[in-house]
T-cell receptor, first 111, second 113 residues
C-alpha cells in the first residue's frame, strides 16, 4: 500500500493563477481531509469528506474548492491563488477509527 | 467548539533527561486524543492515541501519554530523550468517525548534548 499520496511536492504560483493539489489513498478509507499548516498555527482544517459525493467545509475554507467523485481521490482546487495561501498542505484519510493517516505534504508558494 | 492548547511553544531538553509536553483540550463529548510528531520537512507520524479504557497509553519510540479527564489534559512523556527526538509535536482531538481533527499549535523540541 502506498497509503496517502500527494502531488506535487512543491509548487510556485503567481497571484491569480489556479491549480489543483492532488490527493489519493489506497486504503479504501471513507473519510478524507485537507489541512494547511502555517508557522505557529498548527494544522487547520480546510475541507473534508465523509464519502464519495459528500464534502463539507472546515475551519478555513475560503479560496478553496473540493470534490470527491471517487473513494480514492480528493483534489483541492485553488481558483485564484493569493499570497495568503502560501502554506504547506496536508491531505489525510481515515477509516472511521478517528486515527488519520497523513500524506507527505505539498509546499505551496504564491508570489 | 473543540479546541486544543499546547502552552509550550518551544522546549529544550538535555539528551538523556526526561520530557513532558503539555496538552489541554476542550471537547463536548468523549474525546479521541492523539499525539503526532513531525520532523523538519516531513509529514506527520502518529505517536499514540487514546480512545477509551486505560488512561495511560503507550506509543512508539518509548513515548507514553496520560489522559486526565478531570484536568482535560493529555500530556506526553518520555523518561529519557534521544537526539533523534528533536522535532515538533502536535496534540489533536477528534470525534469517533475520523473525518476531522483539531490540532494544537505544536511544541518544538530541541535536544542539547
Amino acid at each position: 500500500n502506498a497509503g496517502v499520496t500527494q502531488t506535487p511536492k512543491f509548487q510556485v504560483l503567481k497571484t491569480g493563477q489556479s491549480m489543483t493539489l492532488q490527493c489519493a489513498q489506497d486504503m479504501n478509507h471513507e473519510y478524507m481531509s485537507w489541512y494547511r499548516q502555517d508557522p505557529g498555527m498548527g494544522l487547520r482544517l480546510i475541507h473534508y469528506s465523509v464519502g464519495a459525493g459528500i464534502t463539507d467545509q472546515g475551519e478555513v475554507p475560503n479560496g478553496y474548492n473540493v470534490s470527491r467523485s471517487t473513494t480514492e481521490d480528493f483534489p483541492l482546487r485553488l481558483l485564484s491563488a493569493a499570497p495568503s495561501q502560501t502554506s504547506v498542505y496536508f491531505c489525510a484519510s481515515s477509516g472511521g477509527s478517528s486515527e488519520q493517516f497523513f500524506g507527505p505534504g505539498t509546499r505551496l508558494t504564491v508570489l | 467548539a473543540q479546541s486544543v492548547t499546547q502552552p509550550d511553544i518551544h522546549i529544550t531538553v538535555s539528551e538523556g533527561a526526561s520530557l513532558e509536553l503539555r496538552c489541554n483540550y476542550s471537547y463536548g463529548a468523549t474525546p479521541y486524543l492523539f499525539w503526532y510528531v513531525q520532523s523538519p520537512g516531513q509529514g506527520l507520524q502518529l505517536l499514540l492515541k487514546y480512545f477509551s479504557g486505560d488512561t495511560l497509553v503507550q506509543g512508539i519510540k518509548g513515548f507514553e501519554a496520560e489522559f486526565k479527564r478531570s484536568q482535560s489534559s493529555f500530556n506526553l512523556r518520555k523518561p529519557s530523550v534521544h537526539w533523534s527526538d528533536a522535532a515538533e509535536y502536535f496534540c489533536a482531538v477528534g470525534a469517533s468517525r475520523g473525518e476531522k481533527l483539531t490540532f494544537g499549535t505544536g511544541t518544538r523540541l530541541t535536544i542539547i548534548p
